[in-house]
């Protein structure tokens, strides 16, 4: 018997956490009995349901364990992009888009990450200054 892998597209999958998860699924029975039974997600980050065909075993597998979702808004940040770009990019690779409420709750997570890192980094400066007088 195959596994059943219903169309869900493209996704960003951490390889080796996904593979780890599957070797643990196939120590139950085998992967054989594996039936892919539904998908849920927020973003980029996916978390996999399958079930055993045999006896209804359930094991769901995170496509990632790293923030993915943070990690993409950073990057069109940085790159002077934004949420129309960043969903523009994601449709045309066939990944999920990324909704308002996601995109924006990354987006003032890394901008507060900024304003520390700045902040620390002032002080820093400052320190420094006060030493050479
Ligand atoms: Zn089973």
């Not at 209804?56 to 940040?77: P, Q, T």
């Not at 890192?117 to 820093?124: G, H, I, S, T, V």
Request: aromatic letters at 8%; charged letters at 25%; proline letters at 2%.
């Amino acid at each position: 018997m195959e596994p059943e892998v219903q169309d869900i597209s493209h996704r960003i999958i951490d390889v080796n956490h996904f593979v780890t998860e599957l070797i643990k699924f196939s120590e139950h029975k085998s992967l054989a009995t594996l039936k892919f039974e539904c998908e849920h997600y927020v973003g980029l980050q996916s978390e996999f349901t399958y079930v055993c065909s045999l006896c209804g075993y359930k094991n769901k597998i995170k496509s990632s364990l790293a923030d993915v979702n943070k990690a993409a808004v950073a990057g069109v940040m940085a790159a002077g992009c934004g949420q129309v770009q960043l969903n523009q990019f994601l449709s045309e690779v066939g990944l999920p888009n990324m909704s308002d409420f996601t995109y924006n709750k990354m987006h003032n997570d890394i901008c507060d990450d900024w304003e520390e890192a700045a902040c620390d980094e002032m002080k820093k400066a400052g320190d420094r200054e006060k030493k050479l007088q």
